[in-house]
């Protein structure tokens, strides 16, 4: 099975419908096992935000057309399981503070090796891409940046640049903390540049929110 | 045209102007009945807010709005007191601006959001949450105050704060603090400078975190502190006759410090990826 059949698959197989087939993929890929795991944790964690104000239908119009736009949705398809079955708009106000805490837990136990074993030739999913040209590393966006970075774009098309910017410079700082915190697993220091590194990103995740609900 | 003639038109001209532009921005004062340990909260998206001390128990708002394109809305729920600045269609950057002078009892707590606009605030002794992404952020006189700061790309400057707990994450903006002191001072920055100049103080903690930006720390002589220092690649430099102590692993000269000055009363922590840490003596 490859990642593209997986992630085709998901919305069935997360209404519980697994199969071997699935679960060789799942425990064979990082990246694919990555996406299960933040999608279930966003649905946890999405409940209790059921409770916070619900935006105008407007704005869900909106946004919809955008990631319509730029191809993240299709019409006449089932939304993954991310999405509530109760409103199957995308909920900006709840995902977004869900992802910047799964960002900040998954980072710590990645680093703690918990969820699974880390080398150190691969990096976590939710974490930037690196490209090293020329001795200096260039970080690109993941899914969940690329996401957040849209929606701000929407809103505000001025402050892009500023939330880009300081995306890239929290992703750098993630990367070096990572690689410290690997190579001295028993540096205490390493851990709080670390944890300071994920704070920094859920602090403009939550900026972000604050501005925008 | 002489040129007295010319002035006098060019007078005549910018006082129109000037009055055109006067009838264009509105004055909006809002008062309010508070109790004890009142909440003022603030969210503005373009222009400044300035809280002062009040005398007595009430809030007053002034709010000068630059244009019809923006309104203020209230609302107050008990000693809570929500001012919300509201952008109408067409509002852009300057007809959107509302500038706020707020006068709040000193016990009262303080939020406040905004996009770009200075963010001032003096002589409070109740908590302080402010996010800004791009205006600066200044703060003076404060005493036993809570003060969470959270920026993006504003620096931030903290001139007297006694006995606080002080909590500032800024991405990109410069954070300086002048006799900052208190159980907890905690500034976590990506690329942005860390200025201290302040002797510590006696029993807190203070943990100065960089990824790229640059730490500096001046104490006088007096200090008492037990302070570790290290930076990952950049270089750390120390004025101290440090105390040696104990660390969990090998200090490598020119990357790392570590030591008690005096009694070591307070702890010091300063950590970078690839700034520079350099603590001054005074």
Redesign the interface.
Known sequence: MTCEQFQELLPEIGGGNRNIEYETHLRSCQECWGLVSDLNAISRQAPLLQASEEPSPQLWNAIESVLREEGLIHSGRQQPVLVLKRNPRWNLAWMLPAAASVLVVLGVLNYQGKIHPVSTESTPTLTANTVNVQDRPVVTFSAEDQKFLTAIAFRSP??RA??E??LR??N??IR??QQ?ALS?P????AQ??LM??Y??KA??Y??AL??FQ | MDSKSRNATLIVGLTIAGMICAQAETRKEMHFKVGRHATVSITNQFGPISVRPAVGREVVVTAILASDKVEVDQNQRGSRVDIFSHLLPAADATSGQVSYDVAVPADASIVLHATDGQLRAEKMRGDVDFEEASGDVDLRDFNGAHVHIKTLDGPVTLTNIQDGYVEITSMGGDVVMNAVNGPMVQVNSVSGKILYDGDFGAGGEYVLTSHTGDIEAQAPAYASIDVFARSVTGPVVNDFTLEPEHTPFAIKAGSAFAGTVNKAASKVKLLSFSGKIHLKKR
């Open positions: 001025a402050l500023k939330y910017r300081g410079d929290v750098a700082y070096d903390a410290s001295d028993n540096d205490e220091e709080r540049y300071s590194a704070d920094q602090m403009l939550q900026m604050d501005r």
